[in-house]
């Protein structure tokens, strides 16, 4: 099921008229405009069409401006965020969000192709623009022809010409264009033998996002086949939109929607904890790879059908398996999946026939932990999903910036973990038409700064083509190709049966993983005579003068670190610290740690280790299951962070040795 508001966007498009009178929906349309299935759709959502036509909220309408069209303009949220993030300044930064893929047909004319392409940047301002140094984006008024140009490989051997090929995709496929200058785009074509021709296409998102992309190439591929075909004119361009746009703060869609999110966000849950095997502040150099997959058409047949069966659209269930191998890995089952949307708002009638940037991100709350069956699980992030959109004009990236102003200016987190479901832009098959018109794709890799991983899923050839775009430096070798094969069979295992629908929970990890952990778990062996203490406690008494704890410039021998924690000992049994329970120890990293267990230990205690930087929300969580009344602790941790009422704090410093 679509949002309420995506029903409008199509009513607009299509030309329907949509009114309230006496309390009824009332609807006309032009001939044939009117399917039978979107008929059901707004007889079944009358009552959300109602509510949305009866609070009288006008959307804003993009106004055709030809004069100033050549005038400086803002950037959208998300084009703004992309232009930060392909500067060096941030983790995961210094790329461009950018598309690169390579086609190969045969007989293709490579200057009826530059012809053809030529008329689509004179007709699409958004491929004459650039961004200026003010953060404000600009159409060019002219721009020179644009030549594609051209290796030609027919008398090369084969493996001189794989070399050249390669290293066209190097240079190419992970470009950063320069923003302020034209093209952001590069078009390059390779003749082979046998009148293979391999066309390479580079483009930045900043201009176009993938809706776009599917327009320029089905026009591209009409023009191709006939250069004089003349195209409709288009009155409204991306920057009427844009300004269109910014007026939509006024309205009370705008407050309602920024009030549904900021509520949300002091339990707000972070983004999937993912295993790492490197620091993303410490790469600088990186580059995304991707791994493919594809279900078969009478497999995605089949998958869809149950999908629809269940009450869900195919978009929803894909994302759902999604979360299910994700929570799987992370270490937390409650997440933020972040959720890349095409979001043309019906603002003009022309609206789905220019090029631009109208992606928007959707963070969308995951909760694996919460009892019930896959389809259960899969149901409740689909309505979320749902509720989200329909608050959707305060966009995922203003909700991150709330979040950073909140927390001082730095965002805790970002949110790295992306679906983008394309499904929607090949349900008429048009994008998918238009480039086997110029040919089969090859090769094809997209990136994105300040992101891990970035799941597509896209119908091509009527099967479900899957692919994983990741930072294959940020994991362990071999736990992507974990994942993705994980996420393959779960989509194999759910379009064979409905066993796995109706599954609390689902076996995912790899059989490997399970028998490796298996052998590290098979502990057994005689347990030995005392406490967990008493051999720190006997080479106290042995060799009182000897370093125990060395860290930077600080040395504590054995006999100082029995004083510290015998001292923390005694002040946790006047503190009420009875045997058998539990005391937290909320730290940083450091020697006060090690006081702390001892201590704790040794007054009878168990201790919770709990970390100082886990978000203030999943803190409170574990000190209230932990049922947690006395917290150790460092005092700067003390003095800086919250906590619950009613809970007593002691610290851990040096005061004892003086």
């Known amino acids: ?92 930064g210094g790329v461009s969000t950018h598309v690169y893929f390579e086609l190969e047909g045969r007989g293709l004319d490579v200057e009826r192709l530059a012809r053809a392409w030529n008329r689509l940047v004179q007709r699409h301002e958004m491929l004459r623009a650039v961004i200026l140094a003010s953060g404000q984006q600009q159409f060019l008024a002219q721009v020179p022809t644009y030549v594609i140009a051209t ?31 034209w093209p952001l785009f590069e078009l ?117 059908a149950r999908a629809r069966k269940a009450g869900l659209t195919p978009s929803g269930l894909l994302m759902a398996a999604y979360a299910e191998v994700l929570a799987t890995w992370s270490k937390g089952k409650r997440f933020v999946l972040n959720l890349t949307l095409f979001n043309r708002l019906p603002l003009h009638p022309q609206v789905h026939d220019i090029v631009g940037d109208f992606t928007s991100i959707n963070l969308l709350e995951v909760d694996g932990a919460l009892p019930g069956t896959f389809t259960d699980r899969a149901t409740r992030l689909q309505q979320q999903l749902l509720k989200d959109m329909d608050h959707r004009f305060f966009g995922g990236v203003q909700v991150l910036r709330e979040l950073a102003r909140r927390e001082g200016g730095t965002p805790r987190t970002l949110m790295p973990v992306v679906f983008t479901s394309g499904l929607a832009l090949g349900s008429s098959g048009q994008g998918a038409s238009a480039l086997n018109e110029l040919g089969t794709l090859v090769y094809g890799i997209n990136q994105t700064p300040q992101v891990w991983l970035d799941l597509q899923v896209l119908e091509q050839d009527e099967g479900l083509a899957i692919n994983w775009d990741a930072v294959e430096a940020l994991f362990s070798p071999g736990m992507l190709d974990d994942m993705f094969e994980a996420y393959r069979q779960l989509l194999e295992t759910l379009a064979a049966g409905e066993k796995a629908w109706t599954d609390a929970t689902l076996s995912l990890t790899p059989a490997a993983h399970l028998a490796r952990r298996e052998t590290i778990n098979a502990t057994g062996a005689p347990l030995p005579d005392g406490l967990l203490h ?28 029995a004083k510290l924690a015998t001292d923390l000992a005694h002040r946790l049994r006047d503190a009420g610290v009875q045997p058998d329970t539990l005391v937290a120890v909320v730290m940083e990293k450091g020697w006060e ?49 919250e906590w619950p009422e009613g809970s007593r704090r002691l610290r851990v410093d040096r005061a004892p040795l003086a």
């Not at 309230?20 to 399917?35: I, K, M, T, V």
């Not at 008493?534 to 040395?555: C, E, K, M, V």
């Not at 009878?604 to 709990?610: E, F, Q």
């Not at 978000?615 to 700067?636: A, C, I, K």
């Open 1 to 92: 099921m679509r949002s309420i508001m995506e029903v409008l966007s199509e009513v607009n498009r299509l030309g329907i008229k949509l009114w309230e009178e006496d309390h009824r929906l009332r609807f006309s349309a032009p001939q044939g405009a009117l399917s039978p299935e979107l008929r059901n759709e707004l007889v079944e959502r009358k009552a959300e069409l109602l509510e949305l036509l009866h609070t009288s909220v006008e959307l804003p309408r993009a106004v055709p401006d030809p004069e100033r069209r050549h005038e400086p303009f803002p950037l959208t949220d998300i084009q703004q965020a992309y232009w930060v993030g392909r500067a060096g300044a941030v983790d995961l």
């Open 151 to 181: 290796s030609d490989l027919r008398r090369v051997g084969a493996e001189e010409a794989t070399r050249l090929i390669d290293d066209a995709r190097q240079q190419m496929s992970h470009q950063v264009l320069p923003t302020d200058q």
């Open 188 to 304: 390059r074509a390779t003749l082979l033998p046998e009148e293979r021709v391999r066309l390479h296409i580079s483009i930045d998102v900043v201009i176009a996002d993938g809706a776009s992309m599917t327009r320029l190439f089905q026009e591209w591929s009409q023009l191709y086949a006939q250069p004089d075909l003349p195209l409709a004119p288009l009155e409204l361009s991306f920057r009427d939109y844009v300004l269109a746009e910014e007026r939509l703060r006024d309205t009370e869609l705008y407050t309602r929607s920024r009030n549904y999110w900021t509520e949300r966000l002091d339990t707000f849950p972070s983004a999937p904890e993912l295993p790492l095997a490197s620091n993303p502040a410490t790469l600088e150099k990186y580059q995304f790879q991707r791994r493919s997959g594809r279900l078969e058409p009478a497999t995605w047949r089949q998958l869809a």
């Open 534 to 561: 008493t051999p720190f406690l006997q080479q106290a008494a042995l060799r009182p003068q000897q370093p125990a704890i060395l860290s930077g410039d600080l040395s504590l021998t054995y006999g100082e670190v």
């Open 593 to 641: 740690q090690v006081v702390a267990v001892l201590g704790i230990l040794m007054a009878g205690a168990a201790y919770l280790p709990v970390a100082a930087e886990l978000p203030l929300e999943r803190r409170r969580h574990l000190l209230s299951v932990g049922e947690v009344r006395v917290v150790v602790t460092q005092p700067w941790v003390d003095e800086r962070d």
